[in-house]
């Protein structure tokens, strides 16, 4: 599924993804994440930290703007 994903990416298709859950976009999950929403892949990359470890990651959006990712690898996040 991952190279599908970068493929894509690399193609410049248009990209979604979603949540399960219950409830509402206003229930988040642990990682800030709501629940239940729908967002859009903008990049699928991937990094290496400081132990060569390399990780698979996603850039996603949240069209409706209204939460932001709280756990590793957050912007903010020190």
Excluded: R
């Amino acid at each position: 599924m991952w190279d599908i994903i970068v493929a894509a990416d690399a193609a410049n298709y248009l990209m979604g993804a979603g949540t399960t859950g219950n409830g509402t976009e206003q229930v988040n999950n642990a990682c800030g994440i709501a629940m239940s929403h729908a967002y859009s892949i903008l990049a699928a990359f991937t990094m290496t930290d400081a132990s060569n470890i390399s990780y698979k990651m996603f850039l996603i959006k949240n069209p409706w703007g209204g939460s932001l990712y709280s756990s590793d690898w957050n912007k903010d996040y020190a």
